[in-house]
Structures are given as structure tokens and as C-alpha cells.
């Protein structure tokens, strides 16, 4: 029923967008990269307990949200992005977290919503005409590759029985269905990953997904639920253990010291020439 239009697994290999490293690889004739990316970074952060809330704090030196940005800008499968946040923090977002930057690819904004899923509805209404999917991103996850983003999109794009891909990781704690704290099943854990995002799908689908959840009242925690009510085939991707979303203060700890430790491994790699010199 949400089946998408038959997409051959070869268009990814051309997009070239608006970078230039992308621009040269590709040789000559640029198609329009397929993906906008919604990063929702509208959430008040209740659980983190900044007044300000927690997108703009500053993590390894750059505002939480900021990373989000940058690992999508550099993907050349995405062609736009949609930063959702309130109306009231726009300008303080363009200036922290946006302008600073060397982003290549445009961004434009959305009003946020009451709850995460009104936000992805309005980053997806706001998805400007032409892009045909949408990766909807959790702002407060500064972790994501833009490898695992593209290793999920050329996923969605190779197989057109998919409705969507969500990036995660199996589950390795042992899993417990409670009553209160009283433990009443221990399921099988071969079934269960933990969902992260991004989660890719078609726009076309994902609008049909909120209409159907506004008019039935359904309110999910991830975007992807509302397409699989929806009868849609949404497939899990693996993507880096530690995509961590940042919810609460003790999650800046492992999130800074990757980070930071990322860098450290990019510059001793350009140091001895195994790279060349990137930009962090
Ligand atoms: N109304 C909302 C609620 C959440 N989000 C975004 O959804 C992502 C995941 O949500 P979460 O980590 O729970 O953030 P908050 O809602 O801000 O946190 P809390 O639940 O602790 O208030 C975050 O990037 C957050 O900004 C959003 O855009 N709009
Ligand atoms: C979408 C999500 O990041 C998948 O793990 C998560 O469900 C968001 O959860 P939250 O309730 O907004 O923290």
C-alpha cells in the first residue's frame, strides 16, 4: 500500500550537490541529491535541565546541534536541510550554531511543535519541492556519521520494497518486560534492536504517516512507528554503537570524549599523511 516508485540502485552513485569534493568525483553531470534532512532540534531538554535548553550548549567546541549539521552537510546524498526549532530561537540558532560554520548546503528552518512528532511533521511540510525522501535526525545526536547516513540512504534507495530504514543496533543487555519493577517476561532478545536516527523514508509516505496519526490520535516515539501502523516495511540498518542521543547532563561525558577523540585520531592520521588535511 505505501510502496515507493521503483528507484534504481545505481542513482546514488552520481549525486554530487553542492560540494565540491562530491562535484569532482561525479565528473561532469550533477543530479539533484534525493535527500533533505530534518534535524528536530526543537525539544525544550526537561530531562537535561538547561535553561536554555540543551542544543546550543557547547560540546567539543561546538553547539550540540551543530554536529548533527555538519555530518549531514557532508553527505552527497543531501541536498537541503530543515533545522526544526521555535520561531523564538531562530536567530540565535542561525548565529550559533549555523553561521560560524563553512555549511555548503542550504538550510532552512521550521517552526517546532508541541510534542517531537508535530516537529517532524513540520520539518516534513517544510521540505522543499523535488527532494523525494527525508532522514529525520534527532538534534540531540551529535554522533552520526556521515557514513552511516549515507550507508542508510543507499540502503532505502536500493531496495524498493522498503517503505523506510531506521539506524540502530541490536539489543546486547538482556531485555525484561516489568510490571512496575517486577520482572514478567524475559523475551527473546534475538528480536529486540534499540532504535536510533536517522530514519530515512519517502516524503510522500511520511506525510501520509502524520495525516493517518493526527486523525487517529496515535502519538509515537520515533517516526517510524507511524509508518509501520501504516502497514509500511520499514527495514532496521546497523549504524555506530555510539550514535548516543544526548538526554540527560551525564550523557555530554562519553558524547564529549568521542568527540574529542575523534578529532585527536583525525589529526594524528593527517599528521602522518594517511589523510588528507579535512576540515573538523
Ligand atoms: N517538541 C519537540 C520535542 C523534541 N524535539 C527534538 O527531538 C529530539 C529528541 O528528543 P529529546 O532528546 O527527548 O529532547 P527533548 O524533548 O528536548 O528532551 P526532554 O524530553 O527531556 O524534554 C531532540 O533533538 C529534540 O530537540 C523536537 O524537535 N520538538
Ligand atoms: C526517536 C528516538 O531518538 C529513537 O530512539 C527516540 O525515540 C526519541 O526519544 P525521546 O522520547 O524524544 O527521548
Same mark, same amino acid.
Given at each position: 500500500?505505501?510502496?515507493?516508485?521503483?528507484?534504481?540502485?545505481?542513482?546514488?552513485?552520481?549525486?554530487?550537490?553542492?560540494?565540491?569534493?562530491?562535484?569532482?568525483?561525479?565528473?561532469?553531470?550533477?543530479?539533484?541529491?534525493?535527500?533533505?534532512?530534518?534535524?528536530?532540534?526543537?525539544?525544550? =531538554?526537561?530531562?537535561? $535541565?538547561? @535553561?536554555?535548553?540543551?542544543? #546550543?550548549?557547547? /560540546?567539543? !567546541?561546538?553547539?550540540? +546541534?551543530?554536529?548533527?549539521?555538519?555530518?549531514?552537510?557532508?553527505?552527497?546524498?543531501?541536498?537541503?536541510?530543515?533545522?526544526?526549532?521555535?520561531?523564538?530561537?531562530?536567530?540565535?540558532?542561525?548565529?550559533?550554531?549555523?553561521?560560524?560554520?563553512?555549511?555548503?548546503?542550504?538550510?532552512?528552518?521550521?517552526?517546532?511543535?508541541?510534542?517531537?512528532?508535530?516537529?517532524?511533521?513540520?520539518?516534513?511540510?517544510?521540505?522543499?519541492?523535488?527532494?523525494?525522501?527525508?532522514?529525520?535526525?534527532?538534534?540531540?545526536?551529535?554522533?552520526?556519521?556521515?557514513?552511516?547516513?549515507?550507508?542508510?540512504?543507499?540502503?532505502?534507495?536500493?531496495?524498493?520494497?522498503?517503505? =523506510?530504514?531506521?539506524? $540502530?543496533? @541490536?539489543?546486547?543487555?538482556? #531485555?525484561?518486560? /516489568?510490571? !512496575?519493577?517486577?520482572? +514478567?517476561?524475559?523475551?527473546?532478545?534475538?528480536?529486540?534492536?534499540?532504535?536510533?536516527?536517522?530514519?530515512?523514508?519517502?516524503?510522500?509516505?511520511?506525510?501520509?504517516?502524520?495525516?493517518?496519526?493526527?486523525?487517529?490520535?496515535?502519538?509515537?516515539?520515533?517516526?517510524?512507528?507511524?509508518?509501520?501502523?501504516?502497514?509500511?516495511?520499514?527495514?532496521?540498518?546497523?549504524?555506530?554503537?555510539?550514535?548516543?542521543?544526548?538526554?540527560?547532563?551525564?550523557?555530554?561525558?562519553?558524547?564529549?570524549?568521542?568527540?574529542?577523540?575523534?578529532?585527536?585520531?583525525?589529526?594524528?592520521?593527517?599528521?602522518?599523511?594517511?589523510?588528507?588535511?579535512?576540515?573538523?
Amino acid at each position: 500500500m505505501m510502496a515507493r516508485d521503483e528507484v534504481s540502485s545505481s542513482v546514488f552513485a552520481g549525486f554530487a550537490g553542492q560540494h565540491a569534493a562530491c562535484a569532482s568525483a561525479s565528473g561532469g553531470a550533477v543530479p539533484m541529491p534525493p535527500v533533505c534532512a530534518v534535524i528536530v532540534a526543537g525539544g525544550c =531538554g526537561s530531562r537535561f $535541565g538547561n @535553561p536554555g535548553g540543551k542544543q #546550543l550548549v557547547n /560540546v567539543a !567546541g561546538r553547539p550540540l +546541534v551543530a554536529w548533527s549539521i555538519m555530518a549531514f552537510d557532508r553527505s552527497c546524498l543531501v541536498g537541503h536541510i530543515v533545522v526544526v526549532c521555535p520561531a523564538e530561537k531562530r536567530a540565535e540558532m542561525r548565529r550559533l550554531a549555523i553561521d560560524p560554520f563553512d555549511f555548503k548546503t542550504p538550510i532552512t528552518f521550521a517552526d517546532a511543535g508541541e510534542t517531537r512528532q508535530d516537529s517532524t511533521a513540520s520539518g516534513i511540510d517544510a521540505v522543499p519541492m523535488g527532494f523525494e525522501y527525508a532522514a529525520i535526525h534527532d538534534g540531540a545526536r551529535p554522533l552520526i556519521t556521515t557514513g552511516a547516513i549515507d550507508h542508510a540512504i543507499q540502503v532505502l534507495l536500493a531496495d524498493c520494497s522498503l517503505d =523506510g530504514v531506521v539506524c $540502530g543496533q @541490536p539489543a546486547i543487555d538482556t #531485555l525484561k518486560i /516489568v510490571d !512496575g519493577e517486577r520482572i +514478567v517476561e524475559t523475551p527473546p532478545r534475538s528480536m529486540y534492536w534499540a532504535a536510533q536516527t536517522p530514519q530515512i523514508f519517502s516524503v510522500e509516505v511520511m506525510r501520509r504517516a502524520h495525516a493517518a496519526a493526527v486523525a487517529e490520535g496515535f502519538v509515537g516515539t520515533d517516526d517510524a512507528s507511524l509508518v509501520e501502523r501504516m502497514g509500511g516495511v520499514v527495514q532496521c540498518v546497523a549504524s555506530p554503537r555510539d550514535n548516543l542521543k544526548v538526554t540527560v547532563p551525564e550523557d555530554l561525558r562519553p558524547v564529549t570524549a568521542i568527540l574529542l577523540g575523534r578529532m585527536s585520531d583525525a589529526e594524528s592520521a593527517q599528521d602522518t599523511g594517511v589523510m588528507p588535511r579535512v576540515q573538523l
